[in-house]
């Protein structure tokens, strides 16, 4: 079945790079592009970027200074880089499968807390 | 980006009785397909959102049919007929038209 798994670290300093991983499951990243979406705690949800099955990237403007997806298809991992982190970055990160079967699959989330 | 207005925000509703919640978007849903991709999700406490409902009024597998979705263009609306205890959580309209993909404020469903 389709699963998405995401993993990366639980703290990070404000200033440095974010670098989380979604190793998916049950599909190819070929058949299926990936997207990230992040939730600060107890707030809504924000779509932050996708990568395309065919490898080509599209990001939230307001990130996409900041952003970067790329995968390797090898592992069935997609990986989400972002820099220059803040304490509003302090979130939930899921990845989620987009085209062709958009948002129909959510991994469980990993809270990255960026500290001072 | 396009902006997802749902309301109410919250919404206390004794188990058997029915809901209905509103998303309006700041522009047409309609895709240059023809298609709508209006999409609700429920986030029941501490798990992931699940997709209920896309295409405006699709129904994932396993949504039960007291869940219906309707709605064109700019205007959209969740019913569920008669709510149950397992209901319970927060719901998020999001439009997958147009780049960025955005979401509701989402609407936190109480029991009565």
């Known amino acids: 079945q389709v699963q998405l798994k995401e993993s990366g670290p639980v703290l990070v300093q404000a200033s440095e790079t974010l670098s989380l991983t979604c190793t998916v499951s049950?599909?190819?990243?070929?058949?299926?592009?990936v997207i990230w979406v992040r939730q600060p705690p107890g707030k809504g949800l924000e779509w932050m970027g996708i990568?395309?099955?065919?490898?080509?990237?599209d990001y939230n403007s307001a990130l996409k200074s900041r952003l970067s997806i790329n995968r390797d298809t090898s592992k069935s991992q997609v990986f989400l880089k972002m820099n220059s982190l803040q304490t509003d970055d302090t979130a939930i990160y899921y990845c989620v499968t987009g085209s062709p079967n958009w948002f129909a699959y959510w991994g469980q989330g990993t809270l990255v807390t960026v500290s001072s | 980006d396009v902006v997802m207005t749902q309301t109410p925000v919250s919404l206390s509703v004794a188990i058997g009785q029915p809901a209905s919640i509103s998303c309006k978007s700041s522009q047409s849903l309609v895709g240059t397909s023809g298609k709508t991709y209006l999409n609700w999700l429920l986030q029941r406490p501490g798990q992931s959102p699940k997709r209920l409902i896309y295409l405006v009024s699709k129904l994932d597998s396993g949504i039960p049919d007291r869940f219906s979705g309707s709605g064109s263009e700019t205007d959209f609306t969740l019913k569920i007929s008669r709510v149950e205890a397992d209901d319970l959580g927060v719901y998020y309209c999001?439009?997958?038209?147009?780049?960025?993909?955005?979401f509701g404020a989402g609407t936190k469903l109480e029991l009565k």
């Open positions: 049950g599909f190819s990243l070929t058949n299926y592009g």
């Open positions: 990568i395309w099955r065919n490898g080509n990237t």
């Open positions: 999001l439009q997958g038209t147009h780049f960025p993909h955005t």
